[in-house]
């Protein structure tokens, strides 16, 4: 759940505790208020009564509330001592209404030329049911009013204010240190987001830099290496040139040059690697993978048949895709010699092409290999000593360079798939 | 033939010059930029061999000072960085031929004899021994007269064991210049030995034999 959505829902939950609370002591405050008012009018009444009566006598005679709004008895003088004056609520039938509806009723007492009454007042209160009903369904319109407002302003603004942010995730999906992508924070005013751009900015510069720096050890230690390498190798084969040694000499000179090769082959790897990754293989053209593949598969075949493996080449379709030539190369050269050098000895290494696909199966050990695990570097599939671990993690890097999917499957034949997006 | 080796490694030095003197050629040294410049500007050389990283200078710099000198000699960058920007701009600014290091002692020479065979156009005159003789140009072959056909490996082997004919041709070395860098990783050198094999059957009737030494390589001998 989005943060944003998650502050709705609290404010949501909040609010309804928070609306009938509310609501209880605005309706008492107001009914109280009301009891208030009516109350002072018909005070009110009583003193224009009193006013009144010099002058017109016969308001004392008024008994029928109906007629009058008020309702007069007399009373004993004993009563008139003991009385108070009272407010009452009670029912009324009303004619507009047709139903008992409640009234405020007040009774008081007068002395007047020493006659005692007491006189009884009312008026038309408010109908609570009604004042209730209305209550709640404005509440209801209030909080649903409240929430769509608030889901809209969340939407709306908070959206606009976290857009920084996301931004900022976007990029870091996307991110990969070994290629060069520069994060673009967005300018904003608030705190937070200043913060969290300037220390994820400053987290991928440190990175990049470590990054980048192990990178140039690892060129510069296999280029350092490159020397001393050539100078034994060819010290080495001077030597088993020029004198007449006997075969054993010959021989174990013969694994020692064999050894320093290993070590050749593996630093050049090593090499290969980092510059695919510093992107030094900038110049692309259109490669015909029909005719590439061909000619590979034309330089494997010796190897092929050394193990009694048949190397089977079917173009479905023509394939050509912009990339540098010599990676191209590589890339199918070490998928074909994986196959070949994994591969069951009299059997078939099976290449297709279609248009957007390249696959290489080979027969092999009976069980599926851990795809996640497969492209590593380092990771050796067999005992194989003059494998140096790295072929599969070089056309692994060479197809991430190009946006080509390099994938592993195993039905029946272990089958490495290149799928080309044009 | 007069060779000059730029190379401020002094073993490596050592190693290039021993070689190519067992080949016959005049070998001359150079192991700064300095006194590359010197003897370059005096004297004529058939072919330069030049390592671009030099401690007092850019490898590269002899190169456009060769240019602009009007020099015509066949040049070879030696390099242990093998970086396509240096092999592209050594290539433009007129080498012959970009060999990273470590490189087999037999391709050092087998690319020297190819820039001086460019060069001096050897390329027209036919290549003799024994009974066999080569036609570059065309890549034919023929034993007393009669032609044989041999396909691109066979062509390819026949010739770098003929460039490299005073010397023991290791496996490993044949089956780089022959099937490229990239059959490396293969499980043994072992599978070159079916064309060798092929090869033979061709050259029956010749008066050289390509010989297996222990297991190691091979050498060619004439019978």
Not at chain 1, 156 to 183: C, T
Not at chain 1, 259 to 280: F, H, P, V
Not at chain 1, 401 to 412: F, M, P, Q, S
Not at chain 2, 1 to 23: F, V
């Amino acid at each position: 759940m989005k943060l944003l959505n998650h502050t709705s829902k609290y404010l949501a939950i909040l609010l309804v505790p928070l609306i009938t609370i509310w609501a209880f002591i605005f309706y008492y405050a107001m009914l109280d208020e009301i009891y208030d008012s009516l109350d002072d009018g018909l005070e009110n009444q009583k003193i224009l009564l009193l006013g009144k009566l010099p002058t017109n006598p016969e308001i004392l005679e008024h008994n029928d509330l109906d007629l009058w709004n008020h309702d007069i008895t007399p009373i004993s003088k004993n009563y008139y001592e003991r009385f108070e004056d009272r407010y009452s609520d009670t029912l009324m039938y009303m004619l507009n209404e047709k139903d008992f509806e409640p009234v405020r009723v007040y009774e008081t007492k007068l002395a007047y030329n020493d006659q005692y009454y007491k006189v009884k007042f009312i008026t038309s209160m408010v109908e609570e049911d009604d004042l209730i009903q209305d209550l709640v369904m404005y509440l209801i319109i209030l909080y649903v009013s409240l929430m769509i407002t608030i889901v809209i302003l969340n939407n709306l603004m908070l959206k606009k204010i976290w857009r920084p942010f996301h931004s900022l995730m976007r990029q870091l999906r996307d991110f990969r240190i070994e290629k060069n992508h520069q994060i673009q924070t967005m300018d904003t005013t608030i705190e937070e987001f200043k913060l969290l751009n300037t220390s994820i900015t400053a987290l991928i510069d440190q990175s990049r830099a470590r990054y980048l720096e192990q990178q140039h050890f690892i060129e510069n230690a296999a280029h350092e290496l490159q020397t001393p390498l050539a100078i034994s190798i060819n010290k080495l084969e001077l030597f088993l040139e020029k004198t007449n040694l006997p075969e054993a000499d010959v021989k174990t000179m013969a694994s020692i040059l064999d050894n320093l090769g290993r070590l050749t082959r593996l630093n050049k790897s090593l090499l290969l690697l980092s510059k695919i990754e510093n992107r030094q293989f900038v110049d692309e053209e259109i490669i015909d993978f029909n005719k590439l593949t061909a000619e590979v598969i034309d330089d494997f075949d010796d190897l092929a048949s050394h193990k009694n493996n048949v190397l089977y080449l079917k173009s479905v379709s023509k394939l050509t895709f912009q990339m540098n030539r010599d990676l191209a190369v590589i890339l199918l050269t070490n998928l074909i010699k994986n196959a070949i050098v994994h591969g069951q000895q009299n059997n078939t290494v099976t290449i297709i092409i279609h248009e957007n696909l390249i696959s290489v199966s080979n027969f092999g050990v009976a069980e599926a290999l851990d795809s996640d695990t497969i492209f590593s570097r380092f990771k050796k599939l067999s005992h194989d000593k003059r494998s140096t671990g790295l072929g599969l993690a070089i056309a692994k890097a060479i197809s991430e360079k190009y946006g080509i999917h390099l994938d592993y499957a195993y039905t029946e034949q272990h089958v490495f798939s290149l799928h080309f997006h044009k | 033939m007069k060779l000059l080796i730029i190379e401020d490694e002094p073993e490596m030095l050592e190693n290039m010059a021993q070689t190519l003197e067992r080949e016959h050629y005049i070998v001359e040294t150079a192991s700064d930029y300095k006194s590359a410049l010197h003897k370059i500007a005096v004297y004529d050389y058939d072919c330069i061999l030049l390592d671009i990283s030099l401690p007092d200078g850019n490898g590269l710099e002899l190169l456009k000072e060769l240019k602009l000198r009007g020099k015509n000699e066949g040049i070879i960058i030696v390099s242990a960085k093998d970086s396509l920007d240096d092999r592209l701009e050594g290539l433009n600014l007129g080498a012959d031929d970009y060999l990273p290091k470590p490189f087999h002692m037999a391709e050092l020479h087998a690319r020297v004899k190819a820039v001086l065979r460019r060069r001096h156009f050897e390329g027209n005159q036919h290549i003799h021994i024994g009974n066999v003789s080569i036609q570059p140009e065309s890549r034919q072959v023929t034993i007393d007269d009669n032609e044989i056909v041999l396909n691109r490996k066979e062509y390819d082997i026949l010739m770098y064991l003929i460039t490299n004919k005073t010397r023991l041709v290791t496996k490993s070395a044949l089956a780089e210049h022959v099937w490229g860098d990239h059959i490396d990783q293969s499980d043994s050198f072992d599978f070159i030995y079916s064309q060798i094999k092929n090869l033979r059957k061709k050259l029956e009737h010749a008066t050289i034999s390509i010989e297996a030494v222990y297991g190691v390589g091979y050498k060619l001998e004439s019978i």
